[in-house]
């Protein structure tokens, strides 16, 4: 019975050290866009975990889970989100971009001749600028304002 059970701990600590090896801890910034100023109290939110940036921006969060989203909402500012997910030690990021579309009041002529002209405006939604810093447990995040 003892050696059953130290064979189960044993399977149990190699499946946390090796099968948990996708997105444990998150750390990293919030700044602003323009100014590359630090944006504090930022919700962050990554897997069910959520935190808030500090007075210098930063942040750290803890996850379990290969395939994952962190979403960054400050008011005033475009939300970020992006889905990560691991397989084979592999990380593919997707970002969420919200495209959106204006009409202009009156077409846009983009030539003398008036063959080419534009009739509406396109804008993204949410912020999509992001660095990794050093190590890819380590994350720079650029909100923009609305």
Same mark, same amino acid.
């Given at each position: 019975?003892?050696?059953?059970?130290? *064979?189960?701990?044993?399977?149990? #600590?190699?499946?946390?050290? /090796?099968? +948990?090896? +996708?997105?444990?801890?998150?750390?990293?910034?919030?700044?602003?866009?323009?100014?590359?100023?630090?944006?504090?109290?930022?919700?962050?939110? /990554?897997? *069910?975990?959520?935190?808030?940036?500090?007075?210098?921006?930063? /942040?750290?969060?803890?996850?379990?889970?290969?395939?994952?989203?962190?979403?960054?909402?400050?008011?005033?500012?475009?939300?970020?989100?992006?889905?990560?997910?691991?397989?084979?030690?592999?990380?593919?990021?997707?970002?969420?971009?919200?495209?959106?579309?204006?009409?202009?009041?009156?077409?846009?002529?983009?030539?003398?001749?008036?063959?080419?002209?534009?009739?509406?405006?396109?804008?993204?939604?949410?912020?999509?600028? /992001?660095?990794?810093?050093?190590?890819?447990? #380590?994350?720079?995040?650029?909100?923009?304002?609305?």
């Amino acid at each position: 019975m003892k050696l059953f059970i130290k *064979t189960l701990l044993i399977i149990n #600590s190699l499946a946390f050290l /090796f099968g +948990c090896e +996708c997105y444990p801890v998150r750390k990293g910034v919030i700044v602003d866009d323009l100014t590359h100023m630090p944006i504090a109290n930022a919700q962050i939110q /990554f897997g *069910t975990s959520k935190t808030l940036s500090n007075i210098n921006g930063q /942040f750290e969060i803890s996850s379990s889970g290969c395939d994952l989203k962190m979403i960054v909402i400050k008011d005033k500012y475009k939300p970020f989100a992006f889905n990560m997910s691991s397989k084979n030690k592999k990380t593919t990021i997707e970002l969420d971009n919200e495209i959106k579309y204006k009409d202009l009041d009156k077409p846009k002529y983009l030539s003398s001749d008036s063959s080419s002209y534009l009739i509406s405006k396109s804008y993204n939604n949410n912020s999509v600028h /992001f660095e990794y810093m050093g190590t890819s447990d #380590s994350i720079k995040i650029y909100l923009e304002k609305f």
